[in-house]
Structure formats: structure tokens, C-alpha cells
């Protein structure tokens, strides 16, 4: 049986607070039930690191705790970049994450070739 992969891609933007989170939510779910899981930041999503890291936002610990279980893995480079949110999304731990081939875009296609099932939010 092939093992069950997901890739779960935060596009939300600011008033999409639910996404953003259901994002998190899911992927955190998924891992918890022994899925692989990877989570990236994309778009207008990459503004979220940096508003989830701070302690006063409403879910500072949803974001802290699904960071530990090490499967958010970062904010898109080109996206982060054109957002200028590049140092914020790096600030919180994350790293920038981009193919040269796609213009410094998350890898999407790579991840279905391995297998991935993209959930996009």
C-alpha cells in the first residue's frame, strides 16, 4: 500500500482567518493519525507566520504546537519575497522554501511526483 502523503498549502489571506487555521487544523490532524504531512505557506498565506507568532494572537499556541511536530515547513521564497515578508516569515523559525525551475516557487510539482495530495486553503 502506498503511503498516504499530503501537502496542505496556506493561501488564505487576512480575512480568511478560518483557512488560515483549518490549515493547521488538518494538517495537525492528518500527522496525528500517522500521515505524512508538510505545510507550506504560499501567497498571500505567507503573511500568517508572522501573525501567528505573536503571543497576544488568539491562536499564537494552535501555531506553536503544530510547529513543534516539525511539519510546517516554511513560507514560499518567491511569494514571501513579493509580499516583503521574506525576514517575518524567517523570523518565526521557518525557512523560505523555493525552485529555481519555478521562479523560486514551492516545488508543487516535485511534491506531486512524490506522491503528495495537495489540500489547498
Known sequence: MAENKY??????????????????????????AGFKVEIVFDGLGTQWPEILNQAEHPFHSLFKQVMKKGIVKGGCQACSTFFDVGEQVQSTGLALVGNEAAGGHIPFAQYMKDGFVPIIL
Open 7 to 32: 501537502l496542505v498549502v496556506i493561501q488564505a489571506n487576512q480575512q480568511d482567518i478560518g483557512k488560515a487555521v483549518h490549515g493547521l487544523l488538518y494538517g495537525e490532524e492528518l500527522h496525528d
